[in-house]
């Protein structure tokens, strides 16, 4: 969001920096009447938005070069809504500016506040009197421009990492906030990560994005405690499986159980479940878990159930990992740290 200056921060500007890349100064007022004004006009906000320079960029009328407010006509005004539309005219991606007119020392001025470049070269699209299709303006000191090769690459590289940036912003606050989508949140690590040439952290955030096929592939934190046993867990009278677990462990035979879902299917689990409910994992064969020391039933069939807190918890560990990856510099650069086997 773009603010307003105080009497303040302009006089400074006006006076400190004049006529340098990120400040203009025009005596006369804004006019936009004809081609030839409307094309001065687009020609300045194209340059400064796509300015190098960091930071956002100001033109003042009613200003002259040494800094004194002399101010414009009061009955010439123009609408920050009309100037938003030529330049969307005009101009693709449009460029983010605000303009307003304010008092000082009982004289009006205009200001042009131009936000800084996110969106790589904005360009001109339409021809208007001087300026043509294709055109690529960018401010040079004092001066406007054509932007040379080298620049527009500049452009393009910036947009790239101002990208990058929003996906990280974006990534960490959803990771953070326990009530944001943790699938939408990975999407935005991916983005990021491939943004700035992460191959490890990329990778790691596919795999929870996709799942890790055989359970093998799976990391050694995603794996939650399995209870195993020949009998069915039926809770009733606030006896939940927990406590049933608990009250009978003689019944059951706990092992870790590495989890290789994708983080879709891990949260459908955690949302299906019941609270009073253990999770009922699946029915195999004895034989099919490579451990010994369980009495299956006759037929060898043997119930797997994983609680519901533990579950919950696995989804609050993935969590906390990524945010440990986007927040500590090193981390996502040692992959053995982000994918132990």
Do not use: C
Not at 30 to 44: C, P, T
Not at 126 to 136: F, P, T, Y
Not at 202 to 214: M, P
Not at 277 to 288: A, D, I, L, P, R
């Amino acid at each position: 969001m773009i603010m307003r200056l105080s009497n303040e921060e302009i006089r400074f500007l006006a006076t400190h920096a004049p006529e340098q890349t990120k400040v203009d100064v025009k005596q006369d007022g804004l006019v936009v009447r004809g081609e030839n004004s409307k094309a001065e006009f687009l020609k300045d906000i194209v340059a400064f938005g796509n300015s190098l320079e960091d930071g956002k960029a100001y033109i003042f009328y009613g200003v002259t070069e040494e800094g004194a407010i002399v101010g414009i006509d009061s009955a010439v005004h123009h609408d920050d809504a009309d100037l938003q539309a030529l330049v969307q005219n005009f101009v693709q991606p449009p460029v983010t500016f605000l303009y307003y007119e304010q008092t000082i020392d009982g004289k009006l001025i205009g200001v042009v506040v131009v936000d800084e470049n996110r969106d790589g070269a904005h360009v001109i699209v339409k021809n208007i009197a001087q300026l043509r299709e294709g055109q690529v303006l960018i401010r040079r000191g004092s001066r406007n421009g054509s932007a040379t090769p080298q620049e527009l690459a500049l452009l393009a590289l910036r947009a790239v990492n101002q990208s990058g940036h929003i996906a990280y912003t974006t990534a960490l606050g959803q990771l953070v906030d326990p009530r944001e989508d943790l699938g939408l949140a990975l999407m935005n690590v991916l983005e990021w990560a491939d943004t700035t040439r992460r191959p490890d952290l990329a990778l790691h955030a596919r795999q929870e994005l996709s799942g890790y096929g055989d359970q093998a592939n799976a990391p050694q934190w995603r794996s939650v405690t399995a209870y195993v046993t020949a009998y069915t867990i039926k809770p009733t009278g606030g006896w939940t499986a927990e406590r049933i677990i608990q009250a009978a462990p003689d019944k059951f035979w706990s092992m870790p159980m590495p989890m290789n879902q994708s983080i879709v299917e891990l949260s459908q689990m955690a949302s299906q479940v019941k609270p009073e409910e253990g999770y009922h994992w699946h029915t195999t064969k004895v034989s099919n878990l490579s451990v010994g020391g369980i009495r299956g039933d006759s037929d060898g069939l043997v119930n797997i159930y994983i609680l519901p807190s533990d579950l919950l918890k696995l989804l609050v560990t993935i969590r906390n990992k990524f945010i440990g990856f986007l927040t500590t510099p090193d981390e996502p650069q040692k992959s053995s740290r982000i994918h132990p086997m």
